[in-house]
């Protein structure tokens, strides 16, 4: 029962080691695309497919075009392949890669010491959503909207065209 | 676990390609009409097997990957443009029930769908690796994240009145007044952000052949480029199927059954698609995306401002 959930997991999993391991920026970004929509199906197995949908439509829909916007913008070519290969020596990733596996071996180890979660699934659909975000926390809502509208100012002020003095 | 409606999910691709496919001939007859020529008139009657005499000739040619481009991401992007479109398709609740046409998200699933159909246009353009292309890709990437902000704005006052994602019931709330009457400003946001996000004429600056050769899908050949041309049919297809479901009342009607009218309402979208392409000439860039953050996005807004002050009214 549990072959859907640890295939996704584990496309999750590979999906983020690629994006950490490809030389070629766009290649990363779709990695990491990948990665978000198998992230998406593990929360709607678990009962969130709003949270899934949302994943998909913000995360892979529009941050990361953006991303490859901003990639396309830069040009990078063969130059920069190289120096990201040339980061990619051994010597760089071998010592957090064995401090890495031996968390994972640990967290394997206690895996099946934790409590099942009795097996109920709750659907959370958008009014629940809504409820908690415009009740319970209103408060983080309309400071997350000061930082955007702060974000929005400086771009503004960035991107003005300059009038000419008189 | 419900068993999967098989015969759905055979036949809905299935017929959504050949839609697509007779779509090119009827759009190049209806140009012709409204633009006082006669279209393609030779091949079968009355040029009918035009589309069948176009996909073999693009079957045929020669299948070739310009050696300076990303050969992977090259070949994914218009399986990756092709794919988002069918998979859209799962959730329009057609007469027969569709195959997830009660998805409690189903809106929400199209509209992450397009979200991702933005990729194709976008790889297209990077991975051919050539001037013309990439500027469609970037024209591509600005124009339609855009255009997604619009339509799920624009969405937004049908979710609030029908007060659910799923498609069925939306539908469903449409058995007295369909939603175009109260809605219809979204209905106006949602046409011409689906022009866009579909990339058509008068909005396909991602393409525009005058300017960027053919944009993004310049270094494309055979069925790649098919591709491409078929998913953006399909899309248009799509648009105007949402449409109907959204705002004109789906299968809702009298005396005919809920298949023909669900064809026929998406029939006359269609070809108001058709219409504005033979009509109107493409905006200048700046003019598109003017048009889009200070008209559509104030209107959209609105929109949903005096929903939500309507609906509060009611209940109080």
């Not at chain 2, 339609?144 to 007060?163: D, K, P, Q, R």
């Amino acid at each position: 029962m549990y072959v859907l959930p640890l295939l996704s997991g584990g496309l999750t999993l590979v999906g983020a080691m690629m994006v950490v391991t490809c030389p070629v920026a766009v290649h990363a970004v779709l990695y990491l695309v990948v990665t978000l929509l198998s992230l998406a199906m593990v929360l709607a197995m678990l009962g969130a497919q709003f949270a899934a949908a949302l994943e998909i439509i913000i995360y892979a829909g529009a941050i990361m075009v953006l991303f490859v916007f901003v990639i396309m913008m830069l040009n990078l070519g063969q130059p920069d392949r190289d120096r990201e290969k040339e980061w990619l020596r051994p010597r760089a990733w071998i010592g957090p890669g064995l401090l890495a596996v031996v968390a994972c071996g640990e967290l394997l180890y206690g895996l099946p010491t934790l409590s099942d979660p009795d097996g109920a699934v709750f659907p959370i659909d958008a009014r629940d959503v809504g409820l908690s975000l415009f009740g319970t926390y209103v408060l983080m809502v309309e400071l997350a909207s000061f930082l955007l509208l702060a974000g929005l100012v400086t771009a503004f002020h960035i991107g003005r065209t300059l009038r000419e003095r008189p | 676990m419900t068993p999967l409606p098989l015969a759905p999910i055979v036949l809905t691709p299935l017929v959504v390609l050949a839609l697509a496919t007779v779509l090119t001939w009827v759009e190049r007859r209806l140009l012709g009409l409204w633009q006082d020529r006669y279209g393609p008139n030779r091949v079968g009657p009355g040029g009918m097997f035009q589309a069948v005499a176009d996909g073999i000739k693009l079957l045929f040619k020669q299948d070739w990957v310009p050696p300076f481009a990303d050969r992977g991401v090259f070949v994914l992007a218009p399986a990756i443009g092709m794919m988002t479109v069918l998979l859209s398709f799962a959730v329009i609740p057609l007469a027969a029930g569709g195959i997830a046409g009660g998805l409690n998200v189903g809106l929400l699933f199209i509209l992450a769908m397009m979200g991702l159909g933005v990729y194709a246009v976008v790889l297209a353009g990077w991975a051919s690796d050539s001037k013309y292309a990439l500027l469609g890709g970037m024209r591509a990437a600005a124009q339609m994240i855009s255009y997604e902000v619009f339509m799920a704005l624009s969405l937004l006052g049908v979710v609030m009145v029908a007060g659910s994602f799923s498609l069925r019931d939306i539908v469903a709330a449409q058995s007295g007044l369909w939603f175009i009457i109260p809605q219809g400003l979204g209905f106006v946001v949602f046409l011409l952000a689906g022009i866009a996000e579909t990339h058509r004429l008068p909005f396909d600056l991602p393409e525009g052949e005058n300017e960027l050769g053919a944009g993004f899908h310049t270094e494309y050949s055979g069925m790649k480029f098919g591709m491409f041309f078929i998913a953006e049919y399909a899309g248009i297809v799509l648009v105007s199927a949402l449409a109907t479901t959204l705002y004109l009342g789906g299968g809702n009607g009298l005396l005919l059954p809920a298949p023909v009218w669900f064809a026929l309402k998406t029939g006359v979208i269609v070809a108001f698609f058709i219409l504005l392409r033979a009509g109107l000439p493409r905006p200048r860039y700046d003019q598109l995306m003017g048009l889009g953050w200070k008209v559509l996005l104030p209107l959209s807004l609105l929109n949903v401002l005096a929903t939500g002050t309507v609906m509060m009214l009611r209940a109080s």
